[in-house]
């Protein structure tokens, strides 16, 4: 069996009791980063052992793990945090398993665009999750423009290296909307701001941007 383990994406006391208890049952826990994960897993005193699946040794890495669930192995796959499978090499192991008949589960949990959806206020009975927004100036704005003309909610993940930028080009294309800023989601300094983007962004500019960032329009 592949079990796809959501894990807390901040507070460590964000795992369900059946997430450890397959933590602890499986042969081999597969995971993005190990030291990130080695952190939750001596948390709750896991001794399973890990191995490293990431992006770039995805293929190596998968072709292997398949072959020990061939056996009849049992593997847990992690991401560093939340739901894998969502912007993550998690996604390549569980198509690759379900190419190779290989029995598959989801342990659910905490996933950050559903729950900054949820703080947002905004309406949730029609959303779209449109992931990271382009690096290029020229891409962002043109990935926005296209993105404006649809009718729903619209949620972007967004790092603090770039979220000044993006909260400029959201200015640009969508105005004076409203729009909502949650930051660090479940942690000590978890925040959220609503307003224009130009009110978000002059509240940022000054405060100074840190942490991981989901933008709800």
Known sequence: MLYIVSTPIGNLKD????????LKSVDLIACEDTRHS???LGHYGIKTPTT???QHNRFTKGDYLIKLLKEGKNVALVSDAGTPGILDPGYNLIH???KNNIQTTVIPGPTAFVDALVLSGK?????FFAGFLPN???ARRNRLQALA????????????HRILATLEDMQAVF????IAVVRELTKKFEEIKRGSAKEVLGYFVKQGPRGEFVIIV
């Open 123 to 127: 309406p949730a009975h029609e959303f």
């Open 149 to 160: 003309k649809l009718k729903s909610t619209i949620i972007f993940y967004e790092s603090c």
């Open 38 to 40: 080695k952190i939750l």
């Open 175 to 178: 105005g004076e909307k409203e």
């Open 96 to 98: 690759l398993a379900i």
């Open 15 to 22: 795992i369900t009791l059946r997430a450890l208890e397959v």
């Open 136 to 138: 290029r100036p020229q």
């Open 52 to 54: 490293s699946f990431y």
